[in-house]
């Protein structure tokens, strides 16, 4: 299996200003997914990037992937409160085994 | 709606009971998965199908823990001798698994299982 950690545990921001989590993982993977998760729901797709793309856009989320750094980033732009919620990465390794999540980042936008 | 549906979303049972939950996946989808989440962790994974075929088990899934999906449609997952320890949400999530660029997993709404 393969698990993503998300970096930091906690992100507090002002509506408006931009977001960014940082995920690491351990061994090679076939593609990184983004998860959101609202209290008390399950978890909503964000953004799938493959192990061959560096960037990644849909709407205001940016993900980038360093392979050789073992990393992903998730970046929101001109944050919203509705943007509020636990965010988790989830590395898919190469032998198509199953992918583990870690503990996400939860994010709270004041308004 | 085509996403993927859990029945039911809230479950009070006492300790010792037996329960039972349901997944829907999304009807194309060949792979469904089942998750455990308690409060301020990330979801751990506990089994997944690939069409009727169980293919993996985590060691969380202890006896008291069985999963089918007799058909290769819908899953249920159940427990029996419920312990307090037990009480958490229960996510399913399927994918279409066809290919290793199809591993997206779309998730349900969850069960959330409270033992008293």
């Known amino acids: 299996s393969q698990q993503g950690e998300e970096d930091p545990q906690a992100l507090s921001i002002q509506e408006g200003e931009n977001a960014t989590m940082n995920c690491s993982y351990k061994?090679?993977?076939?593609?990184l997914q983004w998860y959101r998760q609202n209290s008390g729901r399950g978890l909503v797709h964000l953004i799938l990037i493959r192990s061959n793309e560096r960037e990644k856009h849909s709407g205001r989320l940016r993900v980038t992937l360093d392979t050789s750094k073992k990393s992903s980033s998730l970046l929101i732009t001109a944050s919203r409160a509705a943007d509020t919620a636990s965010y988790f990465c989830a590395p898919a390794p190469t032998n198509a085994g199953k992918s583990t999540f870690g503990d996400g980042t939860t994010l709270t936008v004041k308004p | 709606d085509t996403g993927v549906s859990q029945d039911p979303r809230h479950k009070i049972t006492k300790r010792g009971q037996n329960v039972t939950f349901r997944c829907d996946p999304i009807s194309e989808h060949n792979r469904l998965y089942w998750y455990r989440q308690t409060l301020g962790q990330g979801p751990e994974f506990l089994t997944y199908?690939?069409?009727?075929?169980?293919?993996?088990k985590s060691r969380l899934l202890s006896d008291r823990f069985s999963a089918e999906r007799p058909k290769g449609s819908f899953s249920t997952l159940e427990i029996q001798r419920t312990e307090q320890g037990d009480s958490a949400m229960y996510l399913c999530?399927?994918?279409?698994?066809?290919?290793?660029?199809?591993?997206?997993?779309?998730f349900g709404p969850g069960t959330r299982l409270t033992v008293t």
């Open positions: 061994t090679s993977i076939n593609n």
């Open positions: 199908f690939q069409n009727e075929a169980q293919l993996e």
């Open positions: 999530a399927s994918s279409l698994g066809e290919t290793q660029s199809s591993y997206e997993q779309y």
